[in-house]
């Protein structure tokens, strides 16, 4: 379904095949409270797969189908977990609202934000996006009172959800919250996939192949990379809301420039240009930190040394070199 | 309450002074080769550790020699062997790479010195305050910033009267002109990577003689320099000047009023700036987009 959308026409894969991937990570996600505990897993793990995949999938409306480089994404997955975080504290103990509260906070400051910087280009942009986000994160780290400082916000819960006589339970460690990140993901991924087969989407691809040209074709160019930001922060923060709901907790660090580089790290080991790339590619680092860190304490040497690897040898990440080998 | 601003205002030229040999050397580095160094703050604290590892055997003098050339040695190290392969693609790859390079070196540095601060001993006569009244300016104060004010003093007159020093700034025109003229382009750039780390390093061992030591010691001053870089303008080295005085001189005056502002003040000028002259105080048209 959503592969096509992205592929050039020159590149792309049998439908079987395709069909075949689908089945394969959809498979694969909806039985992983089966095997994750047998392979010595924890659901939750597989919680942070999903939260991280989406936020990175997110920024890859931008990064890979527009080729615009934002480094400033934590911004807005922070905004989204404190937004339902503190809606959930303070306001209404209701789930549904607080992810709609945060995805609204951290979309709507992406919103204004991307107008500002929408004309600023390649590494400037993404310098902008730097400096922009770390605003929110010394806001939360200052104000104490309201956020919890440093040591994050606490004391919130995530709801059971009430379908008129029926109330879906997610409060407790089980899989059913899994399943509703699940469900809460897929929707968002369905409605990216809709996004980039749509003619808008295929705008995007233009501008990111050739400014200039689109440019020439009378493209709103600049209208365009707005929309695109805009709408990839409303993702971000949404995966953001999901963070906040399944630690219960959310904290500055949620905010900081590291997170924002550690989903461009996700999206370009997974691979850049792919629509599956970042989910893998967020697989790959959650394991492989939840791992290191409980091996060593010098897991940031690791990290990156990871980093450094990935630019120096693996540029097109493991989907994009895939597709190479089948296309090629 | 006018020492307490004198306070303020000292404290701010010494921030400012940070803040502008931070953001000069990235500056240099994002002008010429397009390459945000995320790693800066690492190359900040080398310098300080390595003044810290030469003084016994060099004293203070001879370490605060030393060190910044040392730093800008592994610079040379680091470009040739790194950021060099990254020039020709996508800025994502420059900004993963230094990234990665910054956790790298700061999990070294706690490695080799340990996790916890370490002191710069200083010269007696430096740490004394100038007079009774004036109790809170130590002779180390003034020395750092006449220090800065040299060391921009002559990079600016380098970058003006040396042949070198203009291939730097036509190439950060028109590298690809600089190129077809005849310059070696691959070693200007390896040079600019290094002078860029020297101001890094020389940062480093001014910085360890007031705040001491510690492997996250150039986190705090990274996102201030970019911000500098953009208040000031992107392209221009002058802008950039102003930008990190203009901030510093902000956060610390904001701290005689309103203590948990400041560093929110340096933000609020930021976007004022995006707001109402997005190229920044001086610079010029275009050289962003």
């Known amino acids: ?328 | 309450m006018t020492q307490v601003i004198l306070y303020n205002v000292t404290n701010g030229l010494i921030i400012g002074a940070f803040y502008v040999l931070m953001a000069l050397g990235l500056s240099l580095i994002l002008n010429l080769s397009n390459v945000i160094n995320f790693a800066h703050g690492n190359f900040l604290a080398l310098g300080g550790y390595l003044a810290f590892t030469l003084s016994p055997t060099l004293g203070y003098w001879g370490a605060l020699l030393v060190s910044p050339l040392l730093t800008a040695l592994i610079g040379v190290a680091v470009e040739r062997l790194m950021v060099r392969r990254i020039y020709n693609r996508d800025p994502v790859y420059s900004l993963l790479l230094t990234f990665g390079l910054a956790f790298v070196m700061q999990d070294a540095a706690r490695y080799i010195w340990g996790p916890n601060g370490l002191p710069l001993g200083l010269p007696a006569g430096l740490s004394q305050p100038i007079s009774s009244t004036l109790f809170f300016i130590t002779w180390y104060r003034i020395f750092m910033v006449s220090v800065v004010i040299v060391t921009v003093a002559g990079l600016f007159a380098f970058l003006r009267y040396t042949r070198v020093g203009l291939r730097i700034r036509a190439g950060t025109l028109d590298l690809e002109t600089v190129s077809t003229l005849g310059v070696n382009v691959r070693n200007l750039r390896t040079f600019n990577f290094a002078l860029g780390c020297l101001l890094a390093g020389l940062s480093g061992v001014l910085a360890a003689g007031q705040i001491g030591l510690n492997p996250n010691m150039g986190d705090d001053l990274l996102m201030p320099s970019f911000i500098a870089i953009i208040v000031g303008g992107v392209g221009s080295l002058i802008g950039t000047l102003f930008g990190g005085l203009l901030i510093g001189m902000a956060a610390a005056l904001t701290t005689v009023v309103y203590p948990s502002a400041s560093e929110a003040v340096i933000y609020a000028i930021l976007m004022a700036v995006l707001l109402i002259r997005p190229r920044g105080l001086i610079g010029e048209e275009g050289m962003m987009s």
């Open chain 1, 1 to 328: 379904m959503t592969t096509t959308a992205v592929l050039p026409a020159g590149a792309r894969l049998a439908v079987s095949h395709r069909v075949l991937v689908l089945v394969a990570i959809w498979g694969v996600l909806l039985t992983v409270p089966f095997w994750l505990p047998l392979l010595g897993g924890y659901t939750a793990l597989a919680g942070r797969v999903l939260v991280f995949g989406l936020a990175a999938m997110g920024l890859n409306l931008l990064l890979g189908f527009t080729g615009v480089l934002s480094f400033g994404h934590a911004a807005y997955f922070g905004l989204g977990a404190y937004g339902a975080g503190l809606t959930l504290r303070y306001l209404v103990h209701s789930t549904p609202l607080a992810m709609l509260a945060g995805t609204l906070l951290g979309g709507l400051a992406g919103t204004l934000f991307g107008m500002l910087i929408v004309r600023r280009r390649g590494v400037y942009f993404a310098m902008c996006t730097i400096a922009f986000g770390q605003l929110w994160y010394y806001l939360a780290y200052s104000w104490n009172d309201f956020t919890g400082g440093f040591d994050g916000l606490r004391d919130f819960q995530r709801q059971p959800i009430g379908f008129g006589p029926f109330t879906l339970d997610i409060t407790s460690e089980g899989p059913t919250f899994y399943y509703f990140m699940l469900a809460v993901f897929a929707v968002a991924v369905i409605l990216m996939g809709l996004l980039l087969r749509s003619p808008f989407g295929r705008t995007l691809l233009a501008i990111r192949e050739n400014e200039r040209r689109a440019r020439f074709l009378g493209i709103p160019v600049e209208m365009h990379i707005w929309l695109s930001f805009s709408i990839s922060c409303f993702f971000t923060a949404l995966a953001g809301t999901l963070y906040a709901l399944l630690n219960n907790f959310a904290d500055p660090l949620a905010l900081h420039y590291s997170l924002s580089g550690y989903f461009v790290v996700m999206t370009v080991i997974g691979g850049m240009r792919t629509f599956w790339g970042p989910l893998l590619g967020a697989a790959v680092f959650v394991v492989l930190q939840d791992y290191i860190s409980s091996m060593t304490v010098n897991w940031m040497s690791f990290v990156g040394a990871i980093f450094m690897f990935v630019v120096l040898f693996f540029p097109r990440g493991l989907l994009g070199t895939i597709r190479r080998r089948v296309t090629a």
